[in-house]
């Protein structure tokens, strides 16, 4: 439980931990940029109609936006990922054939896409810097998370498609390791750092969090469509489990904010001025 201890981050720390929402957001989509490319390779071998320069193209923006914004270019960024965004805004409201249901998830869908945009509105006043080289062997890495995910989801939840599934195995995995990796005794000032990488967690986490809660209807719509090739019970109860998962992710990384940002709160702040010599002393 987050209890009194509680304490908010400083500004520097929350404007830190906006920028790696922005990358971790950016980076989820720019990892899916090589796929986007071999199905571009494949669509050449099909009749012309059949290609939309839009869904097709329009993918491609989110590798230039992520280096844009590991390098500083703020606007630029913003400008590549709205571009990005053109396929869901031209898909909302047409509920994939489902209703209400499939409305309500494209519109979270919409929602979570634009989230590195609302970073980088942050951003725009309060700059925050990055280490490109880390974010640059990040990428490799979420080419081949993702799709693991994306395949460990189908696996769970089949024959029942799981929208958003990969996100959420992506992020649980993600939350966990990094708290087992914070049990280990601080060392150093370690311990007294402001809680950047918690709170860009745990902001994530909430952002995924709520699209898989608004896309639940629509996991209903499909395990009824499908329920008749393998049952439905085992993809709601994996559905049920990710959103826990979520759930309890999200509150181990605010009270790991809290702890954290106490701890640095009560850290000795050093001089910034030299201190007067004691009385009587020339």
Known sequence: MIRGSWVWPRASAVNEAVLRVALLALLANAARVPFQV?????????????????????????????LALLYGRVRAAAVLASVGLAPSVLDLGTGSGFGWQGRLADVAGLAFDALPLAAMAVLWRAPAH??????????????????????????????????????????????????LWMCRPPRGSAGRAQPVWPLALALIGAAVLAQRVATLPLQAAFATQFGAWGGTRRPLLVTAGEVVALVVAVLLLARRVGQQSRRASL????????????????
Do not use: H, K, N
């Open 267 to 282: 850290a000795p702040v050093p001089p910034t001025t030299p201190p007067d010599p004691p009385v009587g002393v020339p």
């Open 130 to 179: 990055a280490r490109p080289r880390a974010w640059l062997l990040a990428l490799p890495a979420a080419v081949v998370a993702l799709p693991a995910a994306q395949l460990t989801a189908w696996l769970a939840s089949r024959p029942v498609p799981d929208v958003g599934g990969a996100y959420c195995v992506s992020y649980v995995i993600a939350a966990a390791g990094y708290l």
């Open 38 to 66: 071999v199905w571009l390779g494949m669509l050449a071998a099909r009749p012309p109609e059949a290609f939309d320069p839009v869904d097709e193209l329009t993918p491609l923006v989110w590798l230039p936006a992520y």
